[in-house]
């Protein structure tokens, strides 16, 4: 039995590619008897979070996936995300970074700065002196406070996916507005919660290496991942509102209610046939993730068109 957990932002409805994630999740817990939490990454703490969390814990429980225990909410966690920041500090592994999204980008793709991985920090930063770090705080700019790498590079096992390699920078853990950075938090709560098995889409497969090599700086037991395909429109691009019918409420204004919309995402990961009425308990018995698909599940017209 493994523990499993399905973690969205509060900050609008789930859409079809955010409910076929929670349902492979809940899937890959369930299967074996194993916890599934929800929890809410909700660091920014947006006024509408808590409207929002509710019209998704709603959506949840009308595909008949449930939960156990409460929900948790990032934005009620900071205290434990700045003990992990303090542990990191003491033991000498983090530095202020004074850049800009915009610097980091020049100094990236500058002839002088050598291969530097897609959207990974570049180190400007890093080997600053104390002079340095006096002259940009200076300036008034809040600096982040980033971690202190000591790899390069890290492979982790995905059970999709197979092994993943990717760059490990020296990421991000407070931002410059002093809130806790996603990564870190992601890497504290699932080791408070027990999680023992990440199952999300697989546009955030290239952070599985940074946050597990946060783990371990942190003494925290390594999570597995399982990194599921995304839902993608019609046109390629990720599915987003404007691609049509993409939450369960656009779905019943057209006519199909949450039963329908389970059963198209039944079919998409091979679990039922077109059409076929299903049940969550029914999914979970038929389940083997060793079936999940490797490929993007593009909805037809039939379930996008309103």
Same mark, same amino acid.
């Given at each position: 039995?493994?523990?499993?957990?399905?973690?969205?932002?509060?900050?609008?409805?789930?859409?079809?590619?955010?409910?076929?994630?929670?349902l492979?999740?809940w899937?890959?817990?369930?299967?074996?008897?194993?916890?599934?939490?929800?929890?809410?990454?909700?660091?920014?703490?947006?006024?509408?979070?808590?409207?929002?969390?509710?019209?998704q814990?709603?959506?949840?429980?009308?595909?008949?996936?449930d939960?156990?225990?409460?929900?948790?909410?990032?934005?009620?966690?900071?205290?434990?995300?700045?003990?992990?920041?303090?542990?990191?500090?003491?033991?000498?592994?983090?530095?202020?970074?004074?850049?800009?999204?915009?610097?980091?980008?020049?100094?990236?793709?500058?002839?002088?700065?050598?291969?530097?991985?897609?959207?990974?920090?570049?180190?400007?930063?890093?080997?600053?002196?104390?002079?340095?770090?006096?002259?940009?705080?200076?300036?008034?700019r809040?600096?982040?406070?980033?971690?202190? *790498?000591?790899? =390069?590079e890290?492979?982790? +096992?995905? @059970? %999709?996916?197979?092994?993943?390699? $990717? #760059?490990?920078?020296? &990421?991000?853990?407070?931002?410059?507005?002093?809130?806790p950075?996603?990564?870190?938090?992601?890497?504290?709560?699932?080791?408070?919660?027990?999680?023992?098995?990440?199952?999300?889409?697989?546009?955030?497969?290239?952070?599985?290496?940074?946050?597990?090599?946060?783990?371990?700086?942190?003494?925290?037991?390594?999570?597995?991942?399982?990194?599921?395909?995304?839902?993608?429109?019609?046109?390629?691009?990720?599915?987003?509102?404007?691609?049509?019918?993409?939450?369960? *409420?656009?779905? =019943?204004?057209?006519?199909? +209610?949450? @039963? %329908?919309?389970?059963?198209?995402? $039944? #079919?998409?990961?091979? &679990?039922?046939?077109?059409?076929?009425?299903?049940?969550a308990?029914?999914?979970?018995?038929?389940?083997?993730?060793?079936?999940?698909?490797?490929?993007?599940?593009?909805?037809?017209?039939?379930?996008?068109?309103?």
């Open positions: 039995m493994a523990t499993g957990r399905f973690a969205p932002s509060p900050t609008g409805p789930l859409h079809l590619g955010n409910l076929r994630t929670a492979l999740a899937l890959f817990a369930r299967r074996s008897g194993g916890r599934f939490l929800v929890r809410m990454e909700d660091l920014d703490r947006l006024q509408s979070s808590r409207e929002h969390e509710a019209g814990l709603a959506d949840l429980a009308a595909l008949g996936l939960w156990d225990g409460p929900v948790v909410r990032q934005s009620e966690r900071f205290d434990r995300y700045e003990a992990a920041i303090d542990r990191l500090d003491r033991a000498g592994l983090t530095y202020p970074c004074f850049c800009t999204r915009r610097e980091i980008q020049e100094a990236a793709s500058a002839p002088h700065a050598g291969p530097v991985p897609d959207g990974a920090y570049p180190g400007t930063c890093r080997h600053l002196t104390a002079a340095e770090r006096a002259e940009r705080a200076a300036s008034g809040p600096p982040a406070l980033r971690l202190r *790498a000591q790899v =390069a890290l492979t982790v +096992p995905d @059970d %999709v996916l197979g092994p993943l390699t $990717a #760059a490990v920078d020296d &990421l991000v853990l407070r931002r410059n507005d002093g809130v950075a996603y990564n870190l938090a992601v890497v504290v709560d699932d080791a408070a919660q027990h999680v023992e098995q990440v199952v999300r889409g697989d546009d955030l497969a290239g952070s599985a290496p940074r946050q597990r090599h946060l783990a371990t700086l942190l003494g925290l037991p390594p999570v597995r991942y399982a990194h599921v395909p995304m839902v993608l429109a019609p046109t390629g691009h990720r599915l987003a509102k404007r691609d049509g019918a993409t939450t369960l *409420a656009d779905q =019943a204004r057209a006519g199909r +209610p949450p @039963d %329908v919309v389970l059963a198209a995402l $039944a #079919a998409s990961i091979g &679990l039922a046939t077109t059409g076929e009425a299903v049940t308990a029914l999914l979970r018995d038929r389940f083997d993730p060793g079936r999940v698909p490797r490929s993007p599940w593009v909805p037809g017209p039939e379930l996008l068109g309103t």
